[in-house]
């Protein structure tokens, strides 16, 4: 029993020292805070609204169409044939299962490239945060979302706001 104590003992006391020699080379970083202060955001912003705009304005006249095709129905059913109002409703459904898979396709295109482009910037950030903890010789940098406390002089984010701008 005596025994088993000493080698508890023994392992709090390694497990104590080693963490409190690694938190002096523990840093934090907001990852979040620099995604949004770099003025490469805005750049690719653009970019997507510029890439996406023709097919914008296309979904845009579809669903126009659609809606004017649908209010002349309504407006005009109570004179209209039959047969005539049958026709228009197939063609209003067809006309509306077409606009839907359009703008399906569309909104996953968009959400691809977002993320493509949010993983090339988050990327080049994590390459800086790593070239900042090496210089400053951080063994390891966690996100601040993760952290609950940690001391200003262990928050490496305006460095490396510096080297992304």
């Not at 770099?38 to 126009?64: G, N, W, Y």
């Not at 044939?81 to 359009?102: H, P, V």
């Not at 903890?133 to 928050?155: I, N, P, Q, T």
Request: charge should be positive.
């Amino acid at each position: 029993m005596k025994k088993v104590l000493r080698v508890v003992s023994l392992s709090f006391f390694l497990i104590f020292s080693v963490s409190a020699n690694a938190s002096d080379k523990i840093a934090v970083v907001n990852i979040s805070d620099i995604f949004q202060q770099l003025p490469e955001l805005s750049v690719v912003t653009h970019k997507l609204e510029k890439e996406f705009k023709d097919r914008t304005i296309a979904l845009q006249s579809m669903e126009h169409g659609l809606q004017t095709k649908i209010q002349n129905l309504q407006r005009d059913r109570s004179t209209m044939k039959a047969s005539d109002q049958l026709a228009m409703e197939k063609e209003i459904i067809k006309q509306r299962e077409e606009f839907n898979n359009t703008a399906r396709v569309f909104d996953q295109d968009n959400r691809r490239r977002q993320i493509e482009e949010r993983d090339r910037i988050i990327y080049k950030i994590q390459n800086i945060v790593q070239k900042v903890a090496k210089l400053k010789g951080y063994d390891l940098v966690l996100d601040r979302g993760a952290v609950a406390y940690v001391a200003s002089e262990k928050d490496i984010t305006a460095d490396v706001l510096k080297q992304v701008k």
